[in-house]
């Protein structure tokens, strides 16, 4: 079946490092691939997304490339802030459902 | 522009009680509709979906159901509720049809606390 492992952190850093949270799945086809943040009491938001292999998705200094060789999707940031603090969650959708990892922690200290 | 609204925001309520979260969805016509639960620090779990009205799929065998009575209209109740029910609902909706992959978008949750 469909399946996305990520770090499950929690991740701390300092204000301006960068940011990489691994993420693999094992699916099926061709899914698609999305990165999901979610602050505090909120609910998920969209952060960006790739439909197909080799695609780079960005937002808000955000990226992650879909790798079908390596199976990947993991997110970096060249400088994180403390307002990107979060959980964020990898998932992978296919057909009518959706899978999601179990969520990143991250923490940015000032 | 499509927004979702989900209530209520929050929710304390005894074992045994019943239960009632409304979503809705508006800007849209035919979405996909769906319902998670993420307990404490931990991941998201699907209990329904549905394609379209009185198409509901169910992930979990448990004690809540879902109905769709209207198109843009989604809800999640309970006839008894236990203590393992409490978590952070979260109701979200896509494109059913179109271009592309549609992402799922989600509302702003109900926190369920069952004492």
């Given at each position: 079946?469909?399946?996305?492992?990520?770090?499950?952190?929690?991740?701390?850093?300092?204000?301006?490092?960068?940011?990489?949270?691994?993420?693999?799945?094992?699916?099926?086809?061709?899914?698609?691939?999305?990165?999901?943040?979610?602050?505090?009491?909120?609910?998920?938001?969209?952060?960006?997304?790739?439909?197909?292999?080799?695609?780079?998705?960005?937002?808000?200094?955000?990226?992650?490339?879909?790798?079908?060789?390596?199976?990947?999707?993991?997110?970096?940031?060249?400088?994180?802030?403390?307002?990107?603090?979060?959980?964020?969650?990898?998932?992978?959708?296919?057909?009518?459902?959706?899978?999601?990892?179990?969520?990143?922690?991250?923490?940015?200290?000032? | 522009?499509?927004?979702?609204?989900?209530?209520?925001?929050t929710l304390v309520?005894?074992?045994?009680?019943?239960?009632?979260?409304?979503?809705?969805?508006?800007?849209?016509?035919?979405?996909?509709?769906?319902?998670?639960?993420?307990?404490?620090?931990?991941?998201?779990?699907?209990?329904?979906?549905?394609?379209?009205?009185?198409?509901?799929?169910?992930?979990?065998?448990?004690?809540?159901?879902?109905?769709?009575?209207?198109?843009?209209?989604?809800?999640?109740?309970?006839?008894?509720?236990?203590?393992?029910?409490?978590?952070?609902?979260?109701?979200?909706?896509?494109?059913?049809?179109?271009?592309?992959?549609?992402p799922l978008h989600?509302?702003?949750?109900?926190?369920?606390?069952?004492?």
């Open positions: 079946g469909n399946s996305v492992t990520q770090m499950e952190g929690p991740v701390t850093l300092s204000e301006e490092a960068f940011l990489t949270i691994n993420c693999t799945y094992t699916a099926t086809g061709y899914p698609s691939l999305f990165w999901y943040v979610q602050y505090p009491g909120e609910g998920l938001q969209l952060l960006l997304k790739a439909t197909k292999a080799d695609d780079k998705g960005s937002n808000k200094g955000f990226e992650a490339t879909y790798r079908k060789e390596t199976t990947s999707f993991h997110l970096e940031k060249g400088s994180v802030q403390v307002s990107d603090s979060a959980v964020y969650f990898c998932a992978l959708g296919y057909g009518q459902n959706f899978v999601f990892g179990p969520g990143t922690r991250l923490s940015v200290l000032p | 522009s499509q927004t979702i609204h989900q209530w209520p925001a309520q005894p074992v045994g009680s019943p239960l009632s979260l409304e979503c809705t969805v508006e800007g849209t016509s035919n979405p996909n509709l769906y319902w998670y639960r993420q307990a404490a620090g931990r991941g998201l779990q699907l209990l329904f979906y549905s394609i379209g009205i009185d198409q509901i799929s169910s992930e979990v065998p448990q004690n809540l159901s879902a109905s769709r009575p209207q198109d843009r209209q989604f809800i999640l109740s309970s006839k008894k509720l236990l203590l393992s029910d409490s978590g952070f609902y979260l109701c979200a909706w896509r494109a059913g049809t179109g271009t592309g992959y549609s989600f509302g702003n949750g109900t926190r369920l606390t069952v004492t």
